[in-house]
């Protein structure tokens, strides 16, 4: 009698696993800590949806008679506002990591330094994409918010969401060297990104500011964001509520794009993987 | 003997502090090795110059064959670093921490072996938030040494420990420098120095002032001896270079016991206390 022997194949020896792995098992490593610390998930989350809830309760009229309403506006906006979120998350979070040692206990290992990165990238658009699915449940529940119906539409919301993210992710980590500490972090995150939501147009209509603010507002990514996901879910009917009479998909496409390649650069030349006490 | 760290002439400078002024050393394959000092001698940016953290200014250094200031991910996987306290990692559990950075490595040790190895077996499944600051550094030394490095670098790794932590944590080195682990350490504390290291420098102002075997160093072993005994109501001291000549006397003067006997020789705390106080 034959005996068949199974073994299990050897694990080979000496290969680093791959970047790309370990930035997989980076993201789900800080994913699941993200949800650890409860009261931050509780006020990522519950944000956007208390600003929802107030702004859409107080502003119910129609809009200039294109059947749409003031919600419905601000539901776009908030979307727009969920994309950034990178921005603030990992502008304060990198900052933290670089002041309690994470980023110099990761230097020390052989992790390649693009899996922290794609980590942090994954992670980022997990919660992004989690904040976005609640805003527009909401939205449909109690705002009488309607899904685009058209596949070409949803094409349009794919590549504003992820563009939008992107860019807005590496801008975030390009200014997470700026803070001096993990501690002054949050403050010197948030005001930016505060501003840049009042001067975007998630607030307010873009069409009540003065254009030397809307001038500077165009320089960064949010702003475009928004009227990409206008475009998504106003449609037709809220054209003619934009300054340029259009939603312009094309200019979003450009300077959404221009964010993601020079929000790139903008990272590999100054970020900086010490803190200002390790020189 | 093979070399596995080779400095020659490193220098480094902070603005106008001279952090590091020159130092020459080699450390040997299999070795247990010591850098003592104060604070702010230069120690540990001579550490973080191997480690491959910071840039030098000028001098040869070569770890394990290769420049750390150019670092190569193979490299870094025969290198472990037990950085000085850090407090990441907070809502993590300890498992789930060393298990993470085991897969960073190529050829890691067992998750679990190693937690049971530092002594966190009963906390494996405690977030590290909740940890006392001995436990914490325990996971430190964890993650030092998950990929199982042929270079172990410690930045005073026992600082909080409670005695019996530390004596747990010297066994932890003994039995990895058993194993053919090389180990270069910083410390405070002389007395683990003289238990672990085979040779120890005094580094002072940048520069090293003493280099040898810790029972030797400094001249230590044929230092003077002090003979103490009590006489007469008062505590009375010789120091001398036949110490037993003088016990003897004393012996024959006592006609046996003589009280309060005490033999001893200037510690390494003596010595090392000499060195720093008076650089070259």
């Known amino acids: 009698m034959t005996q068949t022997v199974t073994r299990a194949p050897a694990p080979p020896l000496d290969r680093p696993p791959s970047a790309i792995r370990l930035g997989l098992s980076r993201a789900a490593f800080e994913t699941r800590l993200f949800f650890r610390e409860r009261d931050a998930v509780i006020f990522t989350f519950s944000f956007p949806i208390v600003l929802l809830l107030i702004f859409g309760s107080i502003f119910a009229d129609e809009l200039e008679g294109t059947g749409l309403n003031v919600s419905q506006l601000y539901v776009a906006g908030l979307l727009g506002s969920a994309a950034m979120t990178g921005f603030q998350n990992l502008g304060i979070g990198i900052a933290m990591d670089r002041d309690d040692g994470t980023l110099k206990r990761l230097l020390g290992t052989p992790l390649p330094r693009s899996s922290y990165f794609v980590g942090r990238a994954l992670n980022t658009l997990f919660v992004s994409f989690c904040q976005v699915v609640i805003l527009l449940v909401i939205g449909v529940a109690l705002f009488g918010l309607e899904l685009p119906s058209e596949p070409s539409t949803w094409v349009t919301f794919v590549w504003v969401f992820v563009l939008g993210v992107l860019g807005s992710s590496l801008l975030g980590i390009a200014v997470s060297s700026l803070p001096r500490s993990g501690r002054s972090a949050s403050a010197v995150i948030t005001m930016p990104f505060v501003v840049l939501q009042f001067i975007s147009g998630v607030y307010i209509p873009v069409t009540q500011l003065p254009s030397w603010l809307v001038n500077i507002a165009s320089v960064f990514p949010l702003k475009w964001m928004c009227q990409g996901f206008r475009s998504v879910f106003l449609g037709d009917a809220g054209a003619t509520l934009e300054l340029a009479r259009s939603y312009e998909l094309d200019r979003v496409a450009l300077v959404l794009g221009a964010w993601v390649v020079g929000g790139l650069l903008l990272c590999l030349t100054t970020f900086r993987w010490k803190s200002r006490r390790d020189g | 003997m093979t070399t596995a760290v080779r400095v020659r002439g490193l220098t480094k400078r902070y603005g106008d502090v001279q952090a590091v002024g020159g130092i020459d050393l080699d450390i040997n394959a299999g070795e247990v090795f010591a850098i003592l000092g104060p604070n702010g001698a230069g120690k540990s940016t001579t550490v973080e110059i191997m480690e491959g953290y910071r840039t030098r200014d000028a001098g040869e250094v070569s770890v394990l064959g290769i420049d750390p200031g150019r670092p190569t991910r193979e490299w870094r996987s025969r290198i472990g670093v037990v950085l000085q306290t850090a407090d990441d990692v907070a809502e993590a559990t300890v498992r789930e921490t060393v298990r993470q950075f085991a897969g960073y490595y190529p050829n890691a040790k067992d998750p679990d072996e190693v937690i049971e190895q530092v002594g966190l077996t009963d906390k494996a499944g405690t977030r590290i938030r909740r940890l006392s600051g001995g436990q914490r550094r325990r996971v430190d030394v964890a993650l030092g040494v998950i990929g199982g490095p042929d270079l172990l670098f410690l930045d005073e790794p026992t600082t909080g420990f409670d005695p019996e932590a530390r004596r747990q944590f010297w066994r932890l080195i003994e039995s990895m420098a058993h194993q053919g682990t090389t180990i270069v350490l910083t410390t405070h504390y002389l ?87 008076t650089p070259s």
């Open chain 2, 191 to 277: 007395d683990e120095a003289e238990a672990l290291a085979d040779r120890v420098a005094v580094v002072s102002g940048g520069r090293i002032v003493a280099e040898g075997d810790p029972a030797t160093l400094g001249g230590r072993a044929t230092a003077k001896a002090r003979v103490g005994w009590a006489e007469e109501g008062g505590h009375r001291s010789h120091e001398t270079d036949t110490p037993t000549r003088t016990v003897l006397e004393l012996a024959g003067r006592f006609d046996g016991e003589v009280p309060e006997l005490t033999v001893t020789r200037p510690s390494l705390e003596d010595v090392y206390l000499q060195l720093i106080e």
